[in-house]
């Protein structure tokens, strides 16, 4: 990796979205940490890597503390500019319809899995690494959030229970973050990406208009990099606009 180029830690880089921050910020000329829950299923990824130096791979389980603290570990020295939380799930993929976070049908266990994947784990993260991102230049933490979080837009919503929940605690989680943090010179940020055509909007069932990934990871780069310290912390989506709570 190169030491005078600035560094990202992306989660969730197996696929879609991921895989698209991945290419973008590698475009740019940055390091990429990778990382994925089980990267050796990810072709496309590891095309990236071969193809790109400045790309490294490394395992990471978000719904795991002990994952978070191996890599932390392997870590140790390295800075890290910006820390952007991205991995996330929908729900079950094998569960057509939705039907397990839905009104009857309520599964404790998809749950404690949703929230432990896209509430917990970025802030689990965040904390585990904020010594790395000290160390960085840029001193980013973003959370990727979504507009199904916001009541004043999905209010009537109910298809994805645990989802919408999950991302209207980040939205909360990701603000007392940010007041922790702000003393110490981290910005904090939530930002959406966007209807982006990707395996997770195909299994919610939506069939609109969508980004691509590229367009979307071109987006959220350009968002990230305008970023200062003076940011209010409101979710914002990729075209700049900022959502409704």
Known sequence: MDAASPTILITGSGRGLGVALVREYASHGWNVLATAR????????????????????????????????????KLRGQPIDVLFNNAALLGDRHDEGNRRQQLGQLDEALFTQVMRTNVFGPLKLSETLVDHVLAG?????????????????????????????????L???????????????ITVALLAPGM?????????????????????????????DALTADDPGLPVNVDGKVLPW
């Not at 790109?52 to 978000?62: A, C, G, K």
């Not at 973003?142 to 999950?166: D, E, P, V, W």
């Not at 055509?197 to 069939?207: N, V």
């Open 137 to 169: 230049r840029q001193r980013k933490i973003i959370a990727l959030t979504s507009g199904l979080g916001s009541l004043t837009l999905m209010g009537q919503m109910s298809r994805f229970y645990y989802y919408q929940l999950s991302k209207a605690a």
């Open 171 to 185: 939205n909360m989680g990701f603000r007392a973050l940010r007041h922790d943090l702000k003393s110490r010179g």
């Open 196 to 224: 982006v055509a990707t395996d997770m909007l195909a299994e919610s069932g939506y069939r609109g208009e969508a980004l691509t990934p590229a367009a979307s990871a071109a987006g959220l780069y350009r968002l990230v």
């Open 38 to 73: 089980r990267p050796a299923e990810s072709t496309a990824l590891a095309e990236l890597a071969r193809a790109n130096p400045n790309i490294v791979i490394e395992t990471l389980d978000v719904t795991s503390v002990a994952s978070m603290q191996a890599l932390a570990a």
